[in-house]
């Protein structure tokens, strides 16, 4: 099997289109039809539903098609790398990242580190859940993973046993909502059981919503919100915290400006403010010259919240 035949496939399953594929493929059709007759007889199933218009993948062509994304990205990332070293050249670190940490702590965090400069962030990782960072450094699709992280015990769900970390930075998770008339806050926890909160929310086994989740249950006196939406990223619900739909813990950072504008305020006193950190990731098993230097000179002194 070539990996053309891969290239192919994927052309195919986008356009649903023999001749528009062979077009992008810069191949004849009859070429192209041949290539993908081939493949499904190195495969042994029928990948693709000719009967339909437009195309249409069998439940095998599916099922290969992920394998097939997959295993492309995989052999580009390798020649990416193969090229770098034959051309001399150093090789750059990827760090993943939410797009939040991307955009609130990592500018503050290269102005602290040696060599900035080598750090590559990988923008496909900004829509990750959290076990996908620890899967992609495990595979090497990346060098490091910067994510957050909560300081007091939590039941999470992911296998970091293959990863070392270093605690680069301090973080809190905040109660937030939008002012009334009057500037206070439109909602105050803990609210009550006739009253309850609008609440916006993370899922409740990602990181961020295990981790507010684990912190409402230690405080003595119980909050009473009403979940309105489920969210896993900080900025999507920060954006309908703003327009008024409810109340949700966010990292400071991200909301540091909104909170000196008044576009937002506090909805509980810091007793409700979920303690993070933000952590470093590298597996155990990954190691390149530039990367180990690097790990060796990583501040161990946290970035505090600001």
Same mark, same amino acid.
């Not at 990242?97 to 962030?121: K, Y």
């Not at 009550?192 to 409402?216: C, D, E, M, N």
């Given at each position: 099997?070539?990996?053309?035949?891969?290239?192919?496939?994927?052309?195919?399953? *986008? @356009?649903?289109?023999?001749?528009? !594929?062979?077009?992008? #493929?810069?191949?004849?059709?009859?070429?192209? =039809?041949?290539?993908? /007759?081939?493949?499904?007889?190195?495969?042994?199933?029928?990948?693709? +539903?000719?009967?339909?218009?437009?195309?249409?993948?069998?439940?095998?062509?599916?099922?290969?098609?992920?394998? =097939?994304?997959?295993?492309?990205?995989? &052999?580009?990332?390798?020649?990416?790398?193969?090229?770098?070293?034959?051309?001399?050249?150093?090789?750059? $670190?990827?760090?993943?990242?939410? #797009?939040?940490?991307?955009?609130?702590?990592?500018?503050?965090?290269?102005?602290?580190?040696?060599?900035?400069? %080598? $750090?590559?962030?990988?923008?496909?990782?900004?829509?990750?859940?959290?076990?996908?960072?620890? #899967?992609?450094?495990? *595979?090497?699709?990346?060098?490091?993973?910067?994510?957050?992280?909560?300081?007091?015990?939590?039941?999470?769900?992911?296998?970091? =046993?293959?990863?070392?970390?270093?605690? $680069?930075?301090?973080? %809190?998770?905040?109660?937030?909502?939008?002012?009334?008339? #009057?500037?206070?806050?439109?909602?105050?926890?803990?609210?009550?059981?006739?009253?309850? $909160?609008?609440?916006?929310?993370?899922?409740?086994? =990602?990181?961020?919503?295990?981790?507010?989740?684990?912190?409402?249950?230690?405080?003595?006196?119980? !909050?009473?919100?009403?979940?309105?939406?489920?969210?896993?990223?900080?900025?999507?619900? /920060?954006?309908?915290?703003?327009?008024?739909?409810?109340?949700?813990?966010?990292?400071?950072? @991200?909301?540091?400006?909104?909170?000196?504008?008044?576009?937002? &305020?506090?909805?509980?006193?810091?007793?409700?403010? &979920?303690?993070?950190?933000?952590?470093?990731? *590298?597996?155990? +098993?990954?190691?390149?010259?530039?990367?180990?230097?690097?790990?060796?000179?990583?501040?161990?002194?946290?970035?505090?919240?600001?």
């Amino acid at each position: 099997m070539e990996i053309r035949w891969l290239e192919d496939f994927i052309a195919l399953a *986008r @356009t649903r289109h023999f001749s528009r !594929a062979a077009d992008e #493929q810069n191949v004849t059709q009859p070429t192209f =039809s041949r290539r993908i /007759k081939l493949l499904e007889e190195e495969m042994g199933a029928t990948l693709i +539903n000719r009967q339909t218009l437009p195309l249409s993948l069998t439940p095998a062509g599916k099922e290969f098609l992920a394998l =097939s994304e997959e295993v492309t990205e995989r &052999v580009r990332l390798t020649r990416d790398r193969v090229r770098e070293i034959s051309a001399g050249q150093q090789r750059r $670190i990827m760090l993943a990242a939410p #797009q939040s940490v991307l955009a609130h702590f990592l500018p503050q965090w290269l102005c602290v580190i040696d060599q900035p400069s %080598r $750090i590559q962030p990988y923008l496909r990782a900004t829509g990750w859940t959290a076990s996908e960072y620890f #899967q992609a450094l495990g *595979r090497g699709e990346c060098d490091l993973a910067l994510c957050y992280w909560p300081r007091e015990r939590c039941e999470l769900d992911l296998d970091t =046993s293959a990863c070392n970390y270093r605690v $680069i930075g301090h973080e %809190r998770m905040i109660a937030v909502t939008t002012p009334d008339a #009057q500037g206070k806050p439109s909602a105050m926890l803990p609210g009550s059981r006739s009253q309850p $909160i609008a609440w916006l929310t993370y899922p409740k086994r =990602s990181l961020l919503g295990s981790a507010v989740k684990a912190h409402l249950s230690r405080l003595a006196q119980a !909050a009473h919100l009403t979940v309105q939406s489920e969210n896993s990223y900080a900025a999507s619900i /920060k954006e309908l915290v703003l327009l008024g739909y409810g109340m949700s813990w966010l990292p400071e950072r @991200t909301i540091k400006a909104e909170l000196e504008s008044g576009q937002l &305020v506090r909805a509980g006193d810091p007793r409700w403010d &979920v303690p993070m950190e933000l952590r470093l990731y *590298r597996h155990q +098993n990954q190691h390149h010259a530039g990367l180990d230097a690097f790990w060796a000179t990583v501040p161990s002194l946290p970035i505090p919240c600001p």
